[in-house]
């Protein structure tokens, strides 16, 4: 089992529309949570950070964040074709504690 | 502010040669990462840095790779006798003591080429 799971996609929505990217991990004592954001061909580029159950809101994103189930989650709402990228959920390593472990993102389409 | 800058860019080599990749994070980050991301996939952890030691080379693929850093500021990666399954974007990316380890913000890249 990876440590940081994501559904690979190509996940395609239409302009507008609630984007849901999902998440999971596997350490259980892992309590600091990112989301990162990768355009093709750029580095990634941090867009949210979570550290406690709930959701938290910035703008057009939440993320939303289940210790119980080991689930983190990145709404993006009003979606747009400028949000297509490769979006990286990161947590951190409860064994290391000045590591993160990246999934290997999920690619996100959004059609005019 | 300058952000966390690499160098070379691109770099072409033929297989069996040694290269060195450079990372200079952003002035009073502690932490330094090195990661490598190949075409279409993740980023894989290679090393990180606190001050000038590495708590954690886990990552290292094998003993061909080396890093350092120095003054607690430039670090290099060295790869030896390169070989074709080497080809790929190495990362660097630096954190704060504030921002912790999650808050990373990433240079670049080089983009490693093994002939």
């Known amino acids: ?112 | 502010g300058a952000g966390v800058s690499q160098s070379p860019s691109n770099k072409v080599t033929e297989k069996g040669k040694d290269v060195e990749l450079r990372c200079d994070p952003i002035s009073g980050h502690t932490a330094l990462y090195w990661y490598r991301q190949r075409l279409g996939q993740g980023l894989e952890f290679l090393i990180y840095f606190q001050g000038n030691s590495a708590p954690d080379k886990s990552g290292l693929p094998s003993d061909r790779f080396s890093a350092e850093r120095t003054g607690e500021s430039v670090s290099t990666l060295t790869i030896q006798r390169t070989q074709q399954e080497d080809s790929a974007v190495y990362l660097c990316a630096s954190s704060s003591q504030r921002g912790g380890p999650g808050e990373q913000f990433f240079g670049p890249g080089t983009r490693l080429t093994v002939l």
């Open chain 1, 1 to 112: 089992q990876k440590e940081v799971e994501q559904n690979s996609g190509p996940l395609s929505v239409p302009e507008g529309a609630i984007a849901s990217l999902n998440c999971t991990y596997s350490d259980r004592g892992s309590q600091s949570f990112f989301w990162y954001r990768q355009y093709s061909g750029k580095s990634p580029e941090l867009i949210m950070s979570i550290y406690s159950n709930g959701d938290k809101e910035d703008g057009r994103f939440t993320a939303q964040l289940n210790k119980a189930s080991q689930y983190v989650s990145l709404l993006i709402r009003d979606s747009q074709p400028s949000d297509s990228a490769t979006y990286l959920c990161a947590v951190n390593s409860y064994s290391s504690a000045s590591k993160i472990i990246f999934g290997s993102g999920t690619r996100l389409s959004i059609r005019p």
